[in-house]
């Protein structure tokens, strides 16, 4: 086991959620934008109108900016974030898709060439070439999509891998398609709206009407069918997610998906508002108001996809406090759950000094600290300000007994959306101790 990173008030586990959800804005946008830039330029070529280059040029520079430099720093928050707050989760996908991701990043350092040659080589080589590094853009950008959703979708439905442990058996998993399909059109939605923004800068009249018009009907269209692609998703969950959403068990899910549900309707009202209806009312400060509740709809949907696979980091192969919860005779990995609670928690932390391997009277509070801190801190707040704030919680539950609090880390299991406590007896009353004097230190 590694050290953990216990962030005060927001969580670990929140605090990649938040990096995430905004690196969606710049990563779909560098996905979806392409393909609308590259139409915009063939129809300028092709009917003889280059005064819809300004809109293309001024397109392409938003995408340089915002997705290689916002975008590429929030991607490696999220490999930062990640790995400190779940080393052994990263270094289960890294283990099993380490190829995976070598090849996305290789068609991710064909989109940063590309995009430097695309926007630096405008009215500097032919028509047809312009376009063909446009479409090489296009392309690859979508195929660096492919391969990353297969093992975010891994992540909650590894299907047949968790019999087999084979590439292609989690890659391509219960919720792939489904997901891609959804991601692949809500995508256009995002650039979409990102091209009614930079229409509205555009002092030609005309053609700011007919950009906004075309991205208003190009937005539309990839919500549309983002929504009934994203149907399609909920009806591929597995029954325990399902549950967690529409029976009832985690009903802060279903108010997520209800604040995207919002945030869909009113993105694609101003689609068909001010894009279609009325072109010449879309304005800039309008445009990013509207991707202010854009951003909000993704902050939900992600948090409803993470919330999904509780209590699981990889479902039903390795727990949120990244304990290895199921045999994988395919690769030789063996549950851990039995050995902890025979030989201790605090055995498999090589970092902590040998006196604090074991639970002593002298000691019990700090290795209760510790213990709390690794099996609950990735979701939840220590102190009593903060995300699911665990003092808040239990005494909710009219837990402050420190033989009360050891009996409810006992029960844990018995909570479906919960990992259970994994330690000794000695070990699970030390948690309980610290866990009641923590509830005493915060009125």
């Known amino acids: 086991m590694y050290p953990i990173w216990v962030v005060p008030y927001l969580t670990s586990g929140l605090v990649i959620g938040l990096i995430a959800s905004f690196h969606i804005l710049p990563s779909h946008l560098a996905v979806g934008a392409f393909?609308?830039?590259v139409y915009i330029e063939r129809k300028a070529y092709r009917e003889g109108r280059p005064e819809l280059l300004a809109f293309v040029k001024r397109y392409t520079l938003l995408i340089l900016i915002f997705c290689f430099v916002f975008g590429s720093l929030s991607g490696v928050g999220i490999w930062y974030a990640a790995t400190v707050s779940?080393?052994?989760g990263i270094s289960a996908l890294i283990h099993n898709y380490v190829w995976g991701w070598a090849t996305e990043w290789v068609f991710f350092l064909i989109e940063v060439a590309t995009i430097y040659v695309y926007y630096y080589t405008f009215g500097k080589v032919d028509e047809r070439t312009h376009l063909r590094i446009g479409y090489l853009y296009a392309v690859a950008a979508w195929i660096s999509m492919i391969i990353i959703t297969g093992i975010l979708a891994f992540m909650l439905t590894p299907g047949k891998w968790l019999e087999t442990g084979g590439f292609f058996d989690g890659f391509f998993n219960p919720t792939y398609w489904p997901q891609l399909a959804a991601r692949t059109a809500?995508?256009?939605?995002?650039?979409g709206l990102y091209a009614l923004a930079v229409a509205a800068t555009l002092e030609n009249d005309s053609v700011r009407r007919e950009t906004s018009r075309l991205a208003g009907l190009w937005g539309a269209v990839g919500l549309v069918?983002?929504?009934l692609f994203t149907l399609w998703y909920l009806k591929k969950l597995p029954p325990e997610a399902a549950d967690f959403l529409f029976g009832g068990t985690l009903p802060y899910l279903k108010k997520l998906l209800y604040v995207?549900?919002?945030a869909w309707a009113?993105?694609?009202l101003y689609f068909v508002v001010f894009g279609l209806l009325a072109p010449r009312a879309n304005t800039l400060v309008g445009s990013l108001l509207v991707l202010v509740v854009l951003f909000l709809g993704i902050l939900a949907g992600e948090g409803l996809r993470e919330g999904?696979?509780?209590?699981?980091?990889?479902?039903?192969?390795m727990y949120g406090h990244q304990v290895v919860g199921t045999d994988l005779p395919a690769k030789g990995i063996k549950s851990e759950v039995e050995i902890l609670n025979e030989k201790g928690y605090l055995s498999r932390l090589g970092y902590l000094p040998p006196e604090l391997r074991r639970v002593t009277?002298?000691?019990r509070l700090v290795v209760g600290r510790i213990l709390v801190a690794h099996q609950c801190a990735n979701c939840h707040a220590l102190s009593r300000k903060g995300w699911r704030s665990l003092p808040k919680l239990l005494e909710g539950l009219g837990m402050t007994d420190p033989e009360d609090l050891a009996g409810f880390l006992e029960g844990l299991d018995g909570y479906p959306y919960m990992p259970p406590f994994v330690g000794t007896e000695e070990e699970r009353l030390a948690a309980g101790a610290y866990l009641a004097t923590m509830i005493n230190q915060n009125p």
């Not at 999904?308 to 192969?317: E, K, S």
Request: proline content about 6%; glycine content about 12%.
């Open 86 to 88: 779940s080393p052994r």
């Open 266 to 268: 009113v993105v694609l």
């Open 225 to 227: 069918f983002g929504a």
């Open 260 to 262: 995207a549900g919002v």
């Open 35 to 37: 393909w609308f830039n």
């Open 361 to 363: 009277d002298q000691n």
């Open 186 to 191: 809500l995508m256009f939605g995002i650039a």
């Open 308 to 317: 999904l696979r509780r209590p699981y980091i990889i479902a039903g192969f």
